[in-house]
Structures are given as C-alpha cells and as structure tokens.
C-alpha cells in the first residue's frame, strides 16, 4: 500500500522561501503524474504543481514563477521549492498523483505566510 508523506512546512514571512518534501512508501513515482495541492481554509483543494514521469512540469497561475516542483524517482521523493511567498499561499499542502487518487491524501504539511 502506498503511503506518502508530506513535510517541510512552517511559518515564513512574506517574501520567504520553503521547500516541502514528499516522500512515498512505493514506487510510484516512475510511473504516475505527480502533483501538489493545496488546500486553505474555507476553500477547496486545488493543484498547484504536476510534473510527469518524464519530468515535464505545470504551474497554476498563481504559482508560475514562483514555485519549482522537482521528483527524484530514486529516492521515491518529490520537492515543491516555493520563492517569493505571499499570505495568499497560506494552506495545507499535500502531495498526489495527478489526477489524484482518493487513497493517497496524507495528513499534509501547512504553509504559513505572515508577518
């Protein structure tokens, strides 16, 4: 059973940079579409990020420029390095296959943007 694991979240002032981190029990990730979301409060979960087996990647338009998403298929892990963070990118931040598989949610790591 696949299990994934989100970290690397925390409180960072506007302006800031993270890097979340997600890492899976299988290997999943050689062979699936990967991406990110996001998830705020009173809003509903959205994608932010999806990069292909292949390494091909997509942003939302509120993260173009801002935000890297990366894999690393060795090591089961993927990476969402985000820059210039804004208040607005405050949510919890999960990790899945894209589209997204019900079964795959973990409990997510949360991003705090805030003076």
């Known amino acids: 059973q696949v ?3 989100e ?3 925390g409180l960072v002032q506007p302006g800031g940079s993270l890097r979340l981190s997600c890492a899976a029990s299988g290997s999943i990730f050689s ?7 996001r998830q705020a409060p009173g809003k509903q979960r959205e994608l932010v990020a999806r990069i292909t087996s292949g390494g091909r ?3 939302a338009d509120s993260v173009k420029g801002r935000f890297t998403i990366s894999r690393d298929n060795a090591k089961n892990t993927m990476y969402l390095q985000m820059n210039s963070l804004q208040p607005e990118d405050t949510a919890a931040y999960y990790c899945n296959t894209a589209p997204p598989w019900t079964n ?3 409990q997510g790591t949360q991003v705090t943007v805030s003076s």
């Open 104 to 106: 795959y949610w973990g």
């Open 57 to 59: 990647t997509n942003y």
């Open 3 to 5: 299990q994934l694991v």
């Open 7 to 9: 970290s690397g979240g």
């Open 31 to 37: 062979i699936n579409a990967m991406g990110w979301y």
